[in-house]
Nanobody, 123 residues
Framework: QVQLQESGPGLVKPSQTLSLTCTVS??????????WNWMRQPPGKGLEWVGAILYDGSPYYTSSFKSRTSISRDTSKNQFSLHLTSVTPEDTAVYYC???????????????WGQGTQVTVSS
């Protein structure tokens, strides 16, 4: 059973960069064909797919976040990270990392999820 755990600051100031890390256990982030995703759910809104990093290290960013997002990985630690620049209060959300997601259905279905971490953008 693959387990994922998000970590990072719970409070970020506007215009700063939001950085979160997902630590994976029970499986390797380099296992063929796995995709490692970042999702978020703003208060009162639905789940949003931010982007992903593939098993080979290739990143994918959705159009809504592409200009402000970077997803990277550290294979030695079996972790992948999200960096979201120039945040505003609208980036306040619960952020989730997840493995192998079908984003074409509603609600989004993923094989494994982290528990989620609340990030608030406020001065």
């Amino acid at each position: 059973q693959v387990q994922l755990q998000e970590s990072g600051p719970g409070l970020v100031k506007p215009s700063q960069t939001l950085s979160l890390t997902c630590t994976v256990s029970g499986g390797s982030i380099t296992t063929a064909y796995n995709t490692w995703n970042w999702m978020r759910q703003p208060p009162g809104k639905g789940l949003e797919w931010v982007g992903a990093i593939l098993y080979d290290g290739s990143p994918y960013y959705t159009s809504s976040f592409k200009s402000r997002t970077s997803i990277s990985r550290d294979t030695s630690k079996n972790q992948f990270s999200l960096h979201l620049t120039s945040v505003t209060p609208e980036d306040t959300a619960v952020y989730y990392c997840a493995r192998d997601c079908n984003t074409g259905v509603s609600p989004v279905q993923c094989d494994d999820w982290g528990q989620g971490t609340q990030v608030t953008v406020s001065s």
